[in-house]
Every structure is written in C-alpha cells, then in structure tokens.
C-alpha cells in the first residue's frame, strides 16, 4: 500500500500505518500489509543543499515568486533523475520484488492514495490482481494541467466564501505568499476544520495562522529552511508530470492567478528537461475514488487519464478533503464482488 505523498513519513513512529490498520481491520486481518518508507527520511542535506533551499525559500516568499534560487535548489540537491531523495521507478519496483522473495510473500492487492497512483505505475512483475486508488494523482497529466485545475478549484472555494478580493489586496510580499499558500493547505485538512479556518484567513486577520499553514505546505522547519522531504516531493513529483509551468501562472481571475503563481514557484526547481511520463497502469479489478470539490485531485482530470480502462469501476466522495479516505471501503466492495 502507499500512503502518497511525495514526502511523506510513513513508519517513523507517526502512526499512520497503525492508524490505518485500525480503521480497515478487513484489509489488515485477513493480509500483511507492506508500505516502504521514502528515501529521504534516511538522508540529510548537505550544507550546500540547506544552504540553497534556504534562500530560494526566502526569495520566493520575500521577493516574489520568480525571484528564487530555484537552479540551485537542482543542482545542489542533486534532485532527479537521481532518486536521492524520493522513488525512482525501477528503484521502487526492485524495493517490493526484494521484500516480497525476502519474506516469501505474494503481491496480491495495491491501494494507494493520491500519488500512490504513480507508484503502481513504477510495478512491472508481479503486478497486483486488483486496486484501490483514492483520489489519484491523474498520472499522465502534466504540471502545467495539475496546476491550472488546482488554482481554479482553490479558488473557487475561497471565492464562494465571497472574500477572494480581500485575498488578493495583501500587498506584502511575505503576508500575501503565507495566505495564498495557506489557501492551498486547506485543500489537505478535514472539511469541517478548513471550513473554520477560511473565514479567519479571507478577512485577514490572522497572519499567524496563514504562516504556520504555509509551513505545512511547504514542509518548512526552524528559521526558513526546507525539510529534505520537500526534496523528495520535487525529486519525484518534477520528473512524472514534466513539463512544469515555469514562470507561466494560469489564466483566470485574479485570485486564480495568483494561488497558481503560488503553486508555480513551489515547483520551479524542476527546470525545463520533459523526461517521459508515467503512462496509466491498471489491474484486473480496479476501482479509483474521486470527488468533484477535491482541490488537489481534480475530478475531470483523473477521469480523462483512466478514461481507456473500462474494467475501471468508480466511487465519488462527497468529501473535499484531499486526505479523507471517505469512498475507500466502498471501492474495496467494489473489487472484492469483481472477484467473485
């Protein structure tokens, strides 16, 4: 199973995987679940790699967005093709075959969420007899096209709230990054605490709030730095959805604009190269959930991307969350009556 990401923690004692287990105890009763922990946890940056991730921070959140060190981000963390810090294809697909002979077991079902899409691309043999994917990143899609359908929707939101003008005002720099990234990081957290959450953000009063949110987006620690497990969401994230927009921000509103210059400087390290992508992997039985009001995943995306496997069967969620596992047990049915 894989939990998504890129850059995320997954055995070092956060207790996700536990959690998990706790709350599909049909999945982890009746099978051994395997979940591989991403490169980075084990890695630290050089000096010169902090060195450059602290300044392409400050410059794109105190300067401005296409003010960054974002080639020397590249080249100093030696980000992909190398798979330092996050998966390679064949490096992953060798960790589970390695696993799987080490404690003589079989590979019989994957259930990955969001980018645990891209993951099961990187299987080649054995394959899994069936999946679960929740709210997948639309594999195959490129950055230019996940960046569009996640500012518009982001937008959208706030401006349903009916005080995206109050966003966009914020001539700060700083303040005006903080909250636009903010806006951003609500997309990951539980509907009923983003929905409590957004009112204090849109009227401005609460710049504390927008900072600590934007830290979790761009996973920052201490004063400005970058966690190698930003590394390891650019190290994967650059090479499967190339080309990136670079300095290009999406057409639209103002506040569309704006949350997708945003999400634009987060990934301009990735640079220029276009390495192949991932193309759609299926199984047998497969079953993908989706929701039309996910800011992250967007809908219409994933549905273009699988739309060639017809074995696919669908749950919508009516959950926003990107996190919410809302729709999984649902899919789970779905594929177990499949193999009937």
Request: aromatic share 8%.
């Amino acid at each position: 199973m894989d939990f998504g990401g890129p850059g995320l923690a997954v055995l070092a004692g956060n207790g996700r995987l536990q959690a998990f287990r706790d709350a599909f105890p049909r999945l982890a009763d009746g099978a051994n679940l395997l979940a591989l922990e991403e490169p980075w946890v084990r890695r630290t940056p050089s000096p010169a790699c902090r060195t450059a991730l602290r300044r392409y921070y400050h410059d794109v959140r105190e300067v401005g967005p296409y003010a960054s060190h974002a080639v020397d981000v590249r080249y100093s963390c030696r980000l992909s093709p190398s798979g330092e810090w996050g998966f390679e294809p064949a490096g992953f697909d060798r960790a589970i075959r390695a696993v799987l002979r080490q404690e003589r077991l079989r590979l019989d079902g994957f259930v990955g969420m969001s980018f645990g899409s891209v993951r099961l691309s990187y299987l080649t043999d054995p394959r899994p007899a069936w999946s679960v994917l929740v709210r997948p990143f639309p594999v195959g899609a490129t950055g230019t096209e996940v960046i569009d359908s996640r500012a518009q929707r982001t937008a959208a939101i706030v401006l349903e709230s009916g005080n995206g003008t109050a966003v966009t005002a914020n001539s700060d720099n700083a303040g005006r990054f903080d909250l636009l990234s903010a806006l951003v990081e609500l997309g990951y957290l539980d509907d009923r605490q983003a929905a409590d959450l957004l009112p204090h953000l849109t009227h401005g009063d609460a710049p504390a709030l927008a900072h600590t949110l934007a830290g979790q987006l761009w996973q920052t620690y201490g004063d400005g730095d970058l966690s190698a497990g930003f590394l390891a969401y650019l190290d994967e994230m650059c090479r499967v959805a190339a080309p990136w927009p670079g300095s290009a921000a999406p057409a639209g509103d103002l506040l569309t604009v704006a949350v997708g210059t945003v999400l634009a400087a987060a990934h301009r390290p990735c640079g220029s190269e276009t390495p192949p992508r991932p193309v759609v992997s299926g199984t047998d039985r497969m079953c993908l959930v989706v929701s039309a009001t996910d800011p992250v995943a967007s809908e219409a995306l994933v549905r273009r991307q699988y739309a060639a496997l017809k074995q696919v069967r669908w749950v919508r969620s009516a959950v926003r969350s990107h996190s919410s596992l809302d729709g999984l047990a649902g899919c789970l049915d779905q594929v177990a009556a499949a193999g009937r």
